[in-house]
């Protein structure tokens, strides 16, 4: 299990992670924010706790993203499958995430929520992955972002499984931060 906490003049996050069986325990004081977080670590096959507060809802949103991707970051295996992709329709929306858990950052979407979107970026960075998420179809924002949501999650568990071996020809995906 890896803990992170983020403390700033705006916000308060801890975040609690394991390679698990997605249980979890996710209060920000943003409710369908925690539905978004619960379906995330459960798809993905993490036990999360995460406990947030914060002025702003973006500030909220911002370091909950880094806090929880740094500890993601940290429980990726060095061994990891690291490419994975999945496709999820939810009624009207269809959406597809491409992921490379290999330790580079970068970000394409985007969402029809700027929040979220703001969110996937920052999360992507500090998880250090690579991610592409495309809204294939869907008018209706809730459904779009819950679908980015569960097919973000099902990649990363694809993505972390440990292989055995290392997908790079740098010899390691890993990078050991003192």
Do not use: W
């Amino acid at each position: 299990m890896t803990t992170v906490i983020r403390e700033t003049k705006e916000t308060k996050v801890q975040v609690e992670l394991s390679l698990g069986k997605g249980v979890t325990q996710v209060d920000t004081g943003l409710k369908f924010f925690d539905h978004m977080l619960s379906t995330f670590a459960r798809y993905a096959g993490l036990d999360l706790k995460l406990h947030a507060r914060g002025d702003l809802t973006h500030h909220l949103m911002e370091d909950v993203a880094i806090t929880l991707g740094t500890a993601v970051q940290k429980v990726i295996p060095a061994t990891a499958a690291r490419f994975a992709e999945r496709t999820i329709p939810m009624d009207d929306a269809l959406v597809q995430a491409c992921l490379d858990a290999g330790g580079r950052f970068y970000y394409r979407g985007p969402l029809k929520n700027r929040l979220y979107e703001h969110f996937m970026r920052s999360f992507s960075e500090h998880a250090k992955v690579t991610l592409h998420l495309r809204v294939l179809r869907g008018k209706d924002s809730h459904h779009a972002t819950e679908a980015a949501f569960k097919a973000l999650g099902l990649a990363l568990r694809d993505a972390m499984v440990d292989s055995g071996t290392v997908f790079s020809m740098k010899g390691s995906v890993a990078l050991e931060v003192k």
